[in-house]
C-alpha cells in the first residue's frame, strides 16, 4: 500500500487519526473505494464521489446504522460507520473471504432478525438513493401503494422518459398496478436493507456475511429476497430455508418474487437500459 495525499488528508480530519498508508480497492458501480490503513491498526473503507449530492454518504451511513441496530439481536451484519460527510463514507474494513453453507444459513436467520426488527411505516423518514438513483420513501398506508407509487411508477416513467422502455413496455406494465393490493398480502413494515442482491453481500474470511451499500427503507419482506433471486446468491436455497424456519413465509411467496422484481429491473432499465425494461414487461405481462 501507498499513500494518496489528498485522500489521507481528508481521512485524517474526518477520523482523527493517521493514514499511514492507502491502497484502490477495484469493484463498486458508483463510488470510489479507497482501503486506509490506519495508524492505530485500523483498516478501512474510504468512498468517495466526485459531486455527489451532499446526503448521498449521510443517507448511506444512516442506513448502515439503522440496520446495524438490530445485530445484537441477531441480526445481518453491517460495517461499522466510522465516519461520513457530504464528501465521502468511512467504513470498517471487511476482509473478503468465501462463501459457505454454513455462512448462507447463518445469513437466512440474520436477514429474518434483520427484516423482524422491522419499521415506523412503509418508506422512511427522508429519500434516499438506490445507486445513482434518487429513492422516493414518501411512507404510505399500505405496502401495495407504497410500491406502485413509490417503487413502480416513478422507475417506469424515468425509463421511458430516458428511452429505454417503450410505450408498450409501459402499458403491460400499467396493466397490472391496480392488482397489486389482491396479488401481495398485506404485512407489518420490515426493516429492509433495500438494494440487497449478490454484489452487496461480502463474505467475509471470518466466517460472516457483511451487507454493505444500502437502500434501506420499512417494506415488505419478500423485496429483499426477490433481489436476491433475481440476481443470484451462493447457497440461495439454504440460505431461503434458514429464514423460513426463522421466520415463515406467506404461502405463494416464491410465486409473488417476479412482482417485487420488477423494481430492481426498472432500476436497471434505468440506468443502463439492456433489455431490463423488456424482462419486467414480460413478467407483469404473466400477473395482469
Known amino acids: 500500500m501507498t499513500r ?3 485522500v489521507a488528508r481528508r481521512a485524517e480530519e474526518l477520523l482523527g487519526a493517521a493514514v499511514v498508508a492507502t491502497a484502490p480497492v477495484a469493484g463498486g458501480d458508483v463510488a470510489t473505494s479507497t482501503r486506509l490503513r490506519l495508524s492505530d491498526g485500523t483498516t478501512a473503507l474510504m468512498k468517495t464521489l466526485p459531486h455527489a449530492p451532499a446526503d448521498l454518504f449521510p443517507t448511506e451511513a444512516a442506513g448502515l446504522r439503522w440496520l446495524g441496530a438490530a ?3 441477531g441480526g445481518a ?3 461499522q460507520v466510522l465516519a461520513a460527510d ?3 463514507l468511512i467504513i470498517r474494513w471487511v476482509e473478503p473471504g468465501k462463501s459457505s453453507t454454513d455462512s ?3 445469513l437466512g436467520r440474520e436477514l ?3 427484516h423482524a426488527a422491522g419499521a415506523a411505516a412503509y418508506g422512511a423518514e427522508a429519500d434516499g438513493y438506490i445507486a445513482r438513483l434518487p429513492l422516493p420513501n414518501g411512507p404510505c398506508d399500505t405496502w401495495a401503494e407504497f410500491y406502485v407509487a413509490r417503487r413502480i411508477v416513478p422507475y417506469l416513467r424515468a425509463a421511458f422518459d430516458r428511452g429505454q422502455a417503450t410505450a408498450e413496455h409501459v402499458a ?3 396493466a397490472l398496478l391496480p392488482r397489486f393490493p389482491e396479488l401481495v398480502p398485506e404485512e407489518p413494515p420490515a426493516r429492509l436493507h ?3 442482491w449478490n454484489g452487496n453481500v461480502v463474505w467475509g474470511v471470518d466466517g460472516r456475511a457483511w451487507l454493505v451499500d444500502p437502500a434501506a427503507y420499512g417494506g415488505h419482506r419478500e423485496m429483499d429476497l426477490a433481489m436476491l433471486a433475481l440476481f443470484g446468491l451462493p447457497h440461495l436455497p439454504r440460505m431461503l430455508e434458514a429464514y423460513t424456519e426463522v421466520t415463515p413465509l406467506v404461502d405463494g411467496w416464491p410465486e409473488r418474487l417476479g412482482l417485487h422484481q420488477l423494481f430492481p429491473l426498472l432500476v436497471h432499465a434505468c440506468m443502463s437500459g439492456g433489455g431490463y425494461a423488456a424482462r419486467a414487461a414480460e413478467i407483469a405481462r404473466r400477473y395482469a
Open 4 to 6: 494518496q495525499p489528498l
Open 71 to 73: 445485530t445484537p439481536a
Open 77 to 79: 451484519h453491517v460495517p
Open 86 to 88: 457530504a464528501e465521502c
Open 104 to 106: 448462507a444459513v447463518a
Open 112 to 114: 429474518a432478525a434483520t
Open 172 to 174: 403491460a406494465i400499467d
Open 194 to 196: 433495500g438494494d440487497l
